[in-house]
């Protein structure tokens, strides 16, 4: 799913393409995109986009006359820029959105249909779609453990759940978690001052960092369909299983329940101990969310 960085890299290919043109045309192919009825999605065509932005997860299209293009694109949504006049490519694509510049095509490469799309009038009906979380790059250290201690959860809890912090999900999250050489299952409770800085130093930097790599990477082009994705070959630890860890060399472990996996290093982050799976099902049932759509709505 696409996360903080990933979001801003889309953001800033975007805001060139569209920012200033006129959407001629919408085309919604799949029936089980478009989550809203009223304002009817027709009455988008001919209004300019007038910014791009973010909210938590999802990437705004803000159209003239306070309208809003809100797609959330989950695990496997994607865009592309393809040139004018472009249609949905067969069986992946969603959705299309005419400009005078180009086509911007939404695709989703999963059986499972997951990628929404909502169309709103008025900043009520956009600030409803908002879970809460706060941006963790423009807070300071003193909210950041605020947020943090609100309740008591894991850390890998604590940091995906939208409703306290915006924008970090499974992979960065992760990434987030090796880089403060924190457990994933620690308590916020039993965080220690020292750690709390730690974990506030490491979610800025590691967010910044990839955020620099990906709009730095994407400064000349749009990103492709493989472009966006929560694997990439320069993380420390997710989707490393086996791996080596980049700072110890030892294998990189797991904990797999329900749809999620969370990776970390035994030797950077548990003092040396192996989480098995079974032995964490009675915490993580109670602090987990078992599916994609429980995360986002939580």
């Known amino acids: 799913m696409p996360e903080l960085p990933d979001i801003t890299a889309y953001l800033g290919a975007l805001r060139p393409r569209v920012v200033g043109q006129v959407l001629e045309r919408v085309r919604v192919v799949s029936p089980f995109l478009l989550r809203t009825a009223d304002p009817p999605i027709d009455a988008a065509e001919g209004r300019a986009v007038v910014d791009v932005r973010r909210l938590a997860k999802r990437i705004v299209l803000c159209l003239s006359d306070d309208l809003y293009l809100v797609f959330h694109l989950m695990i496997a949504g994607r865009f592309r820029w393809l040139p004018a006049g472009a249609k949905p490519p067969a069986k992946i694509g969603l959705a299309a959105f005419a400009f005078p510049s180009g086509t911007l095509v939404l695709t989703e490469a999963s059986k499972k249909k997951r990628a929404a799309l909502h169309f709103l009038a008025g900043q009520a009906a956009l600030h409803a779609l908002d879970p809460g979380g706060l941006d963790p790059l423009e807070i300071s250290e003193r909210v950041f453990r605020e ?10 809890r604590a940091l995906t759940d939208p409703r306290l912090f915006s924008g970090i999900g499974n992979a960065y999250s992760d990434e987030i978690l090796h880089a403060a050489r924190l457990s ?24 910044q960092h990839w955020i620099d790599i990906l709009c730095e990477r994407f400064a000349e082009r749009f990103p492709g369909p493989g472009d966006i994705t929560a694997f990439r070959k ?33 030797r950077c982050q548990t003092a040396g101990r192996v989480l098995a799976d079974r032995s964490l099902s009675r915490l993580l049932k109670g602090d987990w969310p078992r599916t994609i759509e429980e995360l986002e709505t939580s």
């Open 147 to 156: 947020r943090l201690l609100l309740e008591n959860h894991t850390l890998k």
């Open 184 to 207: 994933p299952i620690k308590l916020t409770s039993r965080l220690t001052s020292a750690e709390t800085t730690r974990l506030f130093r490491a979610t800025r930097e590691t967010l």
């Open 234 to 266: 320069e993380f420390s630890v997710h989707g490393r299983f086996g791996q080596p860890c980049p700072a110890c060399d030892t294998a990189v472990q797991r904990i797999r329940y329900a749809e999620n996996e969370t990776n970390y290093c035994p």
